[in-house]
């Protein structure tokens, strides 16, 4: 057993830490507050091959795995950079596309995911069915060669950045009857997809959207894969690669907040000359934290291991866990932080309190911490399913 990352790594780690440094929060917040993107950062980290370090080399990227796209979303976000849409675009859709794709999808799609030049995005919840997919209501029906897709979509992020959107959709099983899911690249400009953005309280420079497919026609190679059967298999391929990644954009988050915190209360004197930071009241709940961030970095390693040696049961298994530990701990170090740096840590000058917002979802997204306790009490602990 090792807990050491190969040299690459090490060096991987450096660098984007360097390149987020170089951006920083201040960055990522003017970005939110002006209603743009984060456009300089993206195509740098893509020209760097940061986006790409997990997409196949003959398709323009880096070769590693989950490992290594795990670091460069940590180190952005520990350097106040959490960009969402690495886990939609290079996590899910690079990762599905690449597993699951036909020969000519990843030809096409995924060098300009590797060097960040194109985007795609992920549409899966809707109004009604919510965290239960079994109830997706969105139908691609066969027309002559086209597909032809109906329903809504809700939450979809970055959808105003991206040219396409992987859209899960249901499709009729021709054996059975049964609707089975099945996985689009739609563009999005397609004729008959409209969106509008949702307002949502987090300080962020990507956005949510309300999607609208009113009979979508895209062509018959727009389906993911070779034939209806990769559905299934492409949506669960994508699943570990996300909540590794946003397990770690969470760890990397609680790094952040608690090192602003600890900068702080470390130098703040209001007690004569001892500093804040030496009161167990100040230092302990930032210590706690720590100790939280670091048990989820610890259980993200475990999980992005297990998943680039092939071994996705276990991956799912840990995935999960580090998604939960991570969610929560990044939650616990952003509002500690806040606490201790007191009226500062609400100014936006500290940068703690702009990713409050952030971190509470990262409580309910991709996947909520009830749905996960949900899938360790049925599949580890063997309990039934209440529902
Ligand atoms: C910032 C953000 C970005 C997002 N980006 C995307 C995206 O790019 N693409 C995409 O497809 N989706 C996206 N989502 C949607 C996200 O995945 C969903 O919000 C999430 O899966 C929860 O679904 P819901 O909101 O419908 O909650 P609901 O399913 O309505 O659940 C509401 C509450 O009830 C709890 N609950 C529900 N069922 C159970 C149960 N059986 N047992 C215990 N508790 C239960 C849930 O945990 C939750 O707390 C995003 C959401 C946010 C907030």
């Known amino acids: 057993m090792t807990f050491d990352l190969t040299p690459e790594q090490d060096q991987l780690r450096d660098a984007v830490r360097a390149l987020g440094r170089r951006y920083g929060h201040g960055y990522f917040v003017e970005k939110a507050k002006a209603g743009e993107h984060t456009t300089e950062l993206w195509a740098e980290a893509g020209r760097l091959g940061y986006l790409g370090v997990n997409i196949p080399t003959e398709y323009g990227g880096g070769g590693g795995g989950i490992t290594e796209l795990a670091i460069v979303c940590e180190e952005l976000a520990a350097a106040g950079c959490p960009l969402l849409l690495l886990v939609v675009s290079p996590a899910i859709a690079a990762t599905v596309l690449t597993r699951h794709g036909t020969e000519e999808q990843r030809k096409r799609h995924l060098p300009g995911l590797a060097d960040g030049s194109q985007k795609i995005v992920f549409a899966i919840t809707e109004p009604e069915a919510g965290s239960n997919f079994h109830r997706l209501g969105t139908v691609a029906r066969r027309d002559g060669d086209d597909w032809v897709l109906n329903g809504r979509k809700c939450y979809i992020s970055g959808v105003d ?227």
């Open 161 to 387: 950045e991206a040219g396409h959107v992987l859209v899960v959709a249901r499709t009729e099983d021709s054996g059975t009857g049964k609707l089975k899911p099945a996985l689009f690249l739609v563009p999005t400009d397609a004729a008959g997809l409209t969106r509008s953005k949702l307002d949502m309280e987090i300080v962020s420079p990507e956005n949510q959207f309300l999607l609208y497919l009113d009979d979508v026609r895209v062509p018959a190679d727009a389906l993911l894969g070779e034939s209806l059967d990769a559905g299934l298999p492409a949506l669960f391929a994508g699943l570990n690669p996300e909540r590794i990644t946003v397990a770690a954009m969470g760890a990397g988050t609680g790094r952040y907040a608690i090192e602003r915190a600890s900068e702080y209360t470390a130098t703040r004197k209001v007690w004569g000359g001892r500093s804040i930071g030496s009161h167990q009241g100040v230092s302990h709940p930032l210590a706690h934290a720590a100790v939280q961030v670091e048990l989820a970095r610890l259980m993200i390693q475990k999980a992005a291991t297990l998943y680039d040696a092939g071994r996705d049961l276990e991956a799912g298994v840990s995935g999960n866990m580090a998604k939960y530990a991570a969610g929560e701990a990044a939650a616990l170090a952003v509002d500690t932080a806040v606490q201790v740096l007191g009226g500062a840590g609400m100014t936006t000058e500290y940068g703690v309190a702009t990713l409050l917002g952030a971190v509470r979802a990262g409580r309910i997204a991709p996947v909520s911490r009830e749905m996960i306790l949900n899938f360790v009490a049925q599949h580890v602990l063997g309990q039934d399913k209440s529902y």
